[in-house]
């Protein structure tokens, strides 16, 4: 599907055109498909942080937090570490490191509704979009999860 997007936003604007895919979808008002992918997959993990959606495997857990405050530190989630390539790009290990980047004012959110206009702002920042987004963006993505920058 992005293909077609890209495809797509190159012939509207022209074959000359020297602009990205993602300045394309931004001068045409259009969504880059792999910032929808992103926002929904940190909607599923918040339902499955939040037990909203059911998981044979409950293995997403809050970290423990220390009898200390240290800033930013609320609502982290446990990070499993592995040794292989293909566990790291497993959703709970790669969604957890985003997760425990997002501001701390997002991962505190408890009220679903409230948890997807947060995030469906925050992901529109292009403030926010510069840790998240694919390390290549001119390639085909075939999935969020293979292609994240984290």
Same mark, same amino acid.
């Given at each position: ?61 809050? +970290?423990?937090? /220390?009898?200390?405050?240290?800033? $930013?530190? *609320? &609502?982290?989630?446990?990070?499993? =570490? #592995?040794? @292989? ?35 469906? +702002?925050?992901? /529109?920042?292009?403030?926010?979009? $510069?840790? *998240? &987004?694919?390390?290549?963006?001119? =390639? #085909?993505? @075939? ?8």
């Amino acid at each position: 599907m992005e293909s077609v997007q890209r495809r797509f936003t190159l012939r509207i604007l022209g074959a000359d055109c020297t602009l990205t895919y993602n300045s394309r979808c931004n001068k045409l008002g259009v969504d880059p498909l792999w910032r929808k992918r992103l926002e929904l997959n940190l909607i599923f993990f918040f339902k499955l942080l939040h037990k909203l959606s059911f998981t044979s495997d409950h293995a997403i857990q809050y +970290a423990e937090t /220390s009898h200390y405050d240290i800033r $930013n530190s *609320l &609502a982290l989630v446990k990070q499993t =570490h #592995s040794k @292989s390539s293909l566990y790291m790009n497993y959703f709970t290990c790669k969604f957890s490191r985003l997760w425990n980047n997002l501001p701390q004012s997002i991962r505190t959110i408890k009220s679903l509704p409230l948890f997807v206009r947060c995030i469906d +702002a925050y992901c /529109s920042s292009e403030n926010a979009l $510069n840790g *998240l &987004a694919p390390l290549s963006v001119s =390639h #085909s993505t @075939s999935g969020i999860s293979g292609t994240l920058n984290v």
